[in-house]
C-alpha cells in the first residue's frame, strides 16, 4: 500500500471549517484514501473513503485533487468534539481483511 | 448494534500471569483483528481472522496467541509478558471477503499494563 504524509499537528477555531491535508504521491491506479480518526483512549472510527471522485458524508467531505497525489479531508464546521487524531490511508482492494496501516496521522486540536 | 466490544476495559498482569483479552460482535461481519497501539503511537496490526481462520500474523511473539472460537468471539491469551507489552489492545471487525466494502469497527481497546 502507498505511503501517506501528513503534518503531525493543526489547529482549527471552532464553528470553523478544518481542513487536514494528506499527500500520497505515489498512489496507484486502484488505490482507495481512507480516513480513519481516533479521539482520546478510543478506538479508531471510520470517517469517509474515496477513488478518485470527491466524496460527502454526515461526517466529513474528501476532496481528491486530479492526479490523485493528494487529498483533504473537510469537517465543515468543527466542534470540539472532532479534537482528534486523523489517520489518512491508503488501501488496494480487494478489501475485507483490513490491513489498515495507519501513518503517524495529524492531532487536529479545535479551539474554543 | 455497530458495536465492538472489548472486555475488560482495563487490565493489570504480573509477567508470570495468563489472562484472556475478548472482543466481540454481532455484526455479522467475518473478518475480525487485533490490534496493539503503544502511546502516543498508530496502531499496529498483529493478526487477521477471516472466517474464524488466522489469515495474518504480523511476526508477534507466541506469548500472545489468538483465537477465533466463533465468528462472533474473538480472544487474545497472554502468557508470559513483558513490561514492554503494556499498550492499549485494539479489536477490530468487518464485512466478509467476498462481499461489498463497509468500514472496520473497531472497539474502545483493552488497556494493558504488564508489572
Known amino acids: 500500500d502507498a505511503k501517506t504524509t501528513q503534518p503531525p499537528s493543526m489547529d482549527c477555531a471552532e464553528g470553523r471549517a478544518a481542513n487536514l491535508p494528506c499527500n500520497h504521491s505515489?498512489?496507484?491506479?486502484?488505490?482507495?484514501v481512507y480516513w480513519y480518526r481516533q479521539i482520546h483512549s478510543q478506538g479508531p472510527q471510520y470517517i469517509i473513503h474515496?477513488?478518485?471522485n470527491n466524496e460527502t458524508n454526515e461526517m466529513a467531505s474528501l476532496i481528491i485533487t486530479e492526479d490523485r497525489k493528494s487529498s483533504t479531508l473537510i469537517l465543515p464546521h468543527a466542534t470540539l468534539r472532532d479534537t482528534a487524531v486523523y489517520y489518512c490511508?491508503?488501501?488496494?482492494?480487494?478489501?475485507?481483511?483490513?490491513?489498515?496501516?495507519f501513518g503517524t496521522g495529524t492531532r487536529l486540536t479545535i479551539i474554543p | 448494534d455497530t458495536e465492538v466490544t472489548q472486555t475488560p476495559k482495563h487490565l493489570v498482569m504480573g509477567m508470570t500471569n495468563k489472562k484472556s483479552l475478548k472482543c466481540e460482535q454481532h455484526?455479522?461481519?467475518?473478518?475480525m483483528y487485533w490490534y496493539k497501539q503503544k502511546a502516543k503511537k498508530p496502531p499496529e496490526l498483529m493478526f487477521v481472522?477471516?472466517?474464524?481462520?488466522?489469515?495474518i500474523n504480523e511476526s508477534v511473539p507466541s506469548r500472545f496467541s489468538p483465537e477465533c472460537p466463533n465468528s462472533s468471539l474473538l480472544n487474545l491469551h497472554l502468557h508470559a509478558l513483558q513490561p514492554e507489552d503494556s499498550a492499549l489492545y485494539l479489536c477490530?471487525?468487518?464485512?466478509?471477503?467476498?462481499?461489498?466494502?463497509?468500514?472496520?469497527?473497531f472497539g474502545q481497546g483493552t488497556r494493558l499494563t504488564v508489572v
Open positions: 477490530a471487525s468487518s464485512q466478509p471477503l467476498d462481499g461489498p466494502y463497509t468500514e472496520a469497527f
Open positions: 505515489t498512489i496507484s491506479g486502484n488505490e482507495y
Open positions: 474515496g477513488l478518485k
Open positions: 490511508i491508503v488501501r488496494s482492494p480487494p478489501f475485507g481483511n483490513e490491513k489498515l496501516t
Open positions: 455484526m455479522g461481519h467475518r473478518a
Open positions: 481472522y477471516s472466517y474464524e481462520k488466522l489469515s
